[in-house]
């Protein structure tokens, strides 16, 4: 890609990487949204209720495809007298099963707010379709909509449980999970408690894990640590206990909200009640105080893994040294780099520039664009954080002529300026009389798409202002 320019190597000689950056862009192939027999999914709302014919072909597959009924109105009567027209129609009668009927169900169900309405339809199908028997699906179908918009009492969620064992479908696990899914999706969370813990009186309709620990989850969002805790002992009385994941949860909420001694609470009580920790646990706590800027702390969990005997994975090191590069403890992090490539965890972009953000902040953004060099001599390409980390870097340190060689090389590279750097790149142009080179900058982000057309240009204006006052103040050419 050319020479690399000589104002850009330090003092020892280190190159600055020119290598094209790889750029990876995930895409992924769009699905088509098959139909579902799940009470959860809804169609969407037409203008009015319709039905859509199945296409015209020769092939069997197309030959025995069904109608398309929506609703867009909780009307029963209109919806009985459209599911009516549709069954005395020969063309569609002999197709019209168990799955059929059933998205009809659904489909009005997501726009009626009362079960008797979707009960009254159901009964009504049954009646004119005698080739539809209602299934355990249908009744799920009624049980979400009473779920979704449930009374104080949650009588209505009774009513439907109760139908359903009348009718031959004993309520179990799986009902379980759809009405307190359908509960704490709709906001109804103290509704769901109610619920489950009057599910979890009995064997079969008693939460599995999957279901217990989506209640905790929701809880989490809403309520305090220790109302949480209460209902895990609560549900401790039904014989329905915490697992692995529902501490992780618990864990991860405690560290997400700086509540570090909670958190290490946590784990002392994971290792009292017999679970086997792993370093993910450990990486959590890490993170935590990485959030916070407490290195040391980054550091002593580290030594405690070690103590353990749990093996540090990349992501530790990684963590260990963004904490403590963060706290400007960066020989400390540095000395890691070493110890990682000892215990077969190789140094990659996020470790690099994790240290050069640690240099950067502490002054030394020439010790950070020799490490880059180091880097790609190790065969580790830099991205775009790595560069708008040493471009911020380099501007806070007031190497302009570096930065700007340095942001020569992005734009060839068509590397995205991120806001941060970009601010203090178009700061430091207009300070030294630079206003043109700003300009340009300005044309660069908005061409690259670095920002939205206004924050590009806000921040322009914003610098320029700034840049006339501190010439009056005598602090800007």
């Known amino acids: 890609m050319g020479k690399l320019p000589s ?34 999914h809804h169609g969407r709302k037409n203008p009015k209720s319709t039905i859509k014919n199945p296409p015209k072909s020769a092939t069997a597959s197309h030959r025995s495809s069904l109608p398309q009924m929506t609703f867009a109105s909780s009307d029963v009567s209109a919806a009985k007298t459209l599911f009516t027209s549709v069954v005395t129609t020969t063309k569609y009668s002999p197709l019209l099963n168990n799955r059929f009927c059933n998205s009809v169900l659904e489909s009005f169900s997501s726009v009626s707010s009362n079960i008797q309405d979707s009960i009254a339809l159901l009964n009504h199908m049954t009646k004119i379709n005698p080739s539809f028997a209602p299934d355990k699906v249908s009744y799920h179908i009624i049980l979400s909509q009473s779920c979704t918009k449930p009374d104080s009492d949650l009588k209505n969620v009774k009513q439907v449980l109760t139908l359903m064992g009348s009718k031959g479908f004993q309520p179990d696990k799986v009902t379980t999970d759809i009405a307190i899914r ?5 906001g ?49 009385k039904f014989d329905v206990k915490p697992d692995l994941v529902t501490y992780t949860i618990l864990i991860d909420n405690a560290c997400n909200g700086k509540n570090l001694r909670e958190a290490m609470r946590l784990l ?60 400007g403890l960066v020989k400390e992090a540095k000395k890691f780099l070493k110890e990682m490539v000892k215990m077969g965890h190789f140094p990659d972009v996020v470790t690099y520039t994790s240290l050069m953000n640690g240099l950067c902040r502490h002054g030394n953004a020439l010790g950070a664009l020799e490490l880059l060099g180091e880097m790609e001599n190790k065969g580790c390409n830099p991205n775009e954080c790595t560069y708008n980390t040493l471009l911020h870097g380099l501007c806070k340190g ?31 142009l207009c300070r030294n009389g630079k206003v043109a080179e700003a300009y340009e900058v300005f044309d660069y ?33």
């Open 7 to 40: 104002s850009l190597r330090t003092s020892k000689n280190i190159a600055l990487p020119l290598r094209s950056l790889s750029k990876n862009i995930q895409s992924s192939p769009q699905e088509s949204e098959s139909q579902s027999q799940s009470p959860h």
């Open 182 to 186: 359908s509960l704490c999706c709709s």
């Open 188 to 236: 109804n969370e103290e509704h769901a408690i109610e619920l489950i813990k009057k599910l979890s009186q009995v064997e079969f309709t008693k939460p599995d894990a999957h279901t217990y620990n989506l209640m905790v989850k929701s809880l989490v969002k809403i309520q305090s640590l220790s109302s949480v805790s209460v209902f895990i002992d609560e549900m401790k």
């Open 268 to 327: 002392d009580v994971l290792k009292k009640e017999g679970f086997k920790l792993d370093c993910y646990y450990y990486n959590v706590m890490m993170k935590g105080y990485c959030m916070l800027g407490h290195g040391g702390e980054v550091l002593s969990v580290y030594k405690k893994m070690i103590e353990e005997e749990i093996e540090p994975d990349l992501v530790t090191y990684n963590t260990l040294i963004y904490g403590l590069s963060k706290s």
């Open 398 to 428: 007031r190497h302009l002529d570096k930065g700007v060689e340095l942001y020569g090389v992005m734009k060839e590279n068509d590397v995205k300026l991120e806001s941060g750097s970009y601010g203090t790149f178009l700061r430091v």
């Open 445 to 477: 982000a908005v061409a690259s798409k670095s920002l939205t057309d206004v924050a590009a240009y806000t921040t322009l204006e914003s610098m320029l202002k700034w840049r006339n006052k501190a010439k009056d103040q005598g602090i800007a050419v």
